[in-house]
T-cell receptor, first 109, second 112 residues
């Protein structure tokens, strides 16, 4: 089983739609969780950290479920500019960082 | 401007010809790391460094070397590149204790 698993997609959604991605992780000792965004052939950029209590940043909401070992990202009112690959990142401490392979989102006019 | 820089951005080389990819950050970050990104495999950590003179292997260190003589620089060395090292390479840095990593723009390496 991969340490971090994501559905590769692509998710093709119309503008204005709500879309959700899940990411599962295998190491129950994992401590930190993040979502990064990566545009085609560009470097990954931090979208948001993920906390147990859940956190929201505008149209984006991230959730962590430690019992089931998954994190989620919800995007409301999708924009064309949201089209990108979303990477789930799990860290077990300062050293060990594991990236998921990414979920591709395409928002369609 | 706070940033991570990598050079070169693109490189085509031949098997066995030693090369170095430089990485530099101006944010005074202690932690730096190198990743490679391949289709279907995602980003995989090659090496990381907690601070000057402190480096350690990531998930895929074979065929690579690194050094950390100064806080701002973390070069990646391929002593004898092979075609399976053709990939997109990213350098990243962060403050120790914060796992938010800032990535460089990437180096696309092709080994013929």
């Amino acid at each position: 089983r991969k340490e971090v698993e994501q559905d590769p997609g692509p998710f093709n959604v119309p503008e204005g739609a709500t879309v959700a991605f899940n990411c599962t992780y295998s190491n129950s000792a994992s401590q930190s969780f993040f979502w990064y965004r990566q545009d085609c052939r560009k470097e990954p950029k931090l979208l948001m950290s993920v906390y147990s209590s859940g956190n929201e940043d505008g149209r984006f909401t991230a959730q962590l479920n430690r019992a089931s070992q998954y994190i989620s990202l919800l995007i409301r009112d999708s924009k064309l500019s949201d089209s990108a690959t979303y990477l789930c990142v799990v860290s077990g401490g300062y050293q060990k960082v594991t990236f998921g392979t990414g979920t591709k989102l395409q928002v369609i006019p | 401007e706070a940033q991570v820089t990598q050079n070169p951005r693109y490189l085509i080389t031949v098997t066995g010809k030693k090369l170095t990819v430089t990485c530099s950050q101006n944010m005074n970050h202690e932690y730096m790391s190198w990743y490679r990104q391949d289709p279907g495999l995602g980003l995989r950590q090659i090496y990381y460094s907690m601070n000057v003179e402190a480096t350690d292997k990531g998930d895929v260190p074979e065929g690579y070397k690194v050094s950390r003589k100064e806080k701002r620089n973390f070069p990646l060395i391929l002593e004898s590149p092979s075609p399976n090292q053709t990939s997109l390479y990213f350098c990243a840095s962060s403050l120790t204790g914060q796992r938010r990593e800032f990535f460089g723009p990437g180096t696309r390496l092709t080994v013929l």
